[in-house]
């Protein structure tokens, strides 16, 4: 049985996976925190948490609210800076037989182009994810993501100042999602993630104000898995780069509904808080599905309910 994928095949040398089972950026931490749990060097790729050029302490508390059918979160992309992950991380990740994917953010164009600069050719850094749901303080804070130029002029911004496999992961808080994904395809991207979280709140009604210390956060979870699968369907059919299914995916069942729906890898993002071990449990799932159905390759079940 063949679970390998390649995410990347328009780009020398590519970005292999010996499975289709990611992590989502914000969910796994730098994955070393996860080693002592289980094995994770079974996964097809780890993606660590946003980085940024600077350390951030992150938005003020609380931070998480759990909702009916997921979690909101206004998390400020907390982390501890490119300099701090080159040195700290990025060694440790060289060692590993999974490629490790560094989530990139900022808040001007300038600032992804020189954080990914910084991680070009970076031993233990295999590829970038472009996080495009950033908001962009010279557009008055409006999201890179939400329109197809500005979305294409951060990828190609990324893209001039790498080698690296560029993987740009596309916001649901937008009217067309078909005119962004391709835009940033145009524009370079080796392949897509589908999607960030959608913007949501929620109110103690106990003390009539807003649950989050930010009054709005990302909702992901069961709750948005309708609506990345759908985006996933319909832009699958709009470009021609592979795409990775994020949001709600807790089983192998979740998953395999994003694959026939097109997506080639998927990420595991809010399961890793109520089940650590939910990516392994993913791929295990998808394994017995295969050969249950007595499929050989994972390419053979890819976007069939689209044909």
Not at 152 to 169: D, E, G, M, Q, R
Request: aromatic content about 4%.
């Amino acid at each position: 049985m063949d679970l390998s994928v390649q995410l990347a095949p328009g780009h020398e040398p590519g970005l292999f996976l010996i499975n289709p089972v990611m992590t989502a950026s914000g969910t796994f931490g730098y994955a070393t925190e996860y080693q002592h749990l289980f094995d994770i060097q079974r996964l097809g790729a780890i993606i660590c948490k946003g980085t940024t050029l600077e350390p951030r302490q992150g938005n003020p508390q609380p931070r998480i609210a759990e909702t009916a059918a997921g979690m909101l979160n206004s998390i400020g992309l907390q982390n501890i800076g490119v300099e701090a992950l080159i040195r700290e991380k990025a060694p440790v990740w060289a060692s590993w037989r999974v490629p490790a994917v560094v989530n990139i953010a900022g808040e001007t164009v300038d600032d992804y182009a020189r954080i990914a600069g910084k991680l070009d050719n970076v031993p233990g850094v295999s590829a970038l994810e472009v996080n495009i749901s950033c908001p962009n303080i010279q557009a008055g804070g409006a999201e890179f993501g939400t329109e197809p130029d500005t979305a294409a002029t951060v990828t190609a911004a990324v893209k001039a100042v790498t080698s690296l496999p560029l993987i740009v992961k596309l916001t649901p808080n937008v009217s067309d999602i078909c005119r962004i994904a391709t835009a940033v395809v145009e524009a370079g991207a080796d392949a897509l993630c589908l999607i960030n979280t959608l913007r949501g709140m929620a109110i103690d009604i106990h003390r009539c104000r807003p649950v989050l210390g930010t009054v709005t956060g990302g909702l992901s979870g069961p709750a948005i898995k309708p609506v990345a699968l759908a985006m996933v369907y319909q832009v699958a059919g709009a470009v021609g780069v592979p795409i990775i299914g994020c949001g709600g995916i807790l089983t192998a069942d979740d998953a395999l509904e994003f694959i026939m729906a097109g997506a080639s890898a998927v990420q595991v993002g809010m399961g890793n808080f109520t089940n650590p071990r939910a990516p392994l449990d993913v791929l295990e799932g998808i394994e017995r599905f295969l050969v249950q159905q007595g499929i050989e390759h994972i390419a053979g079940i890819t976007g069939v309910a689209r044909r």
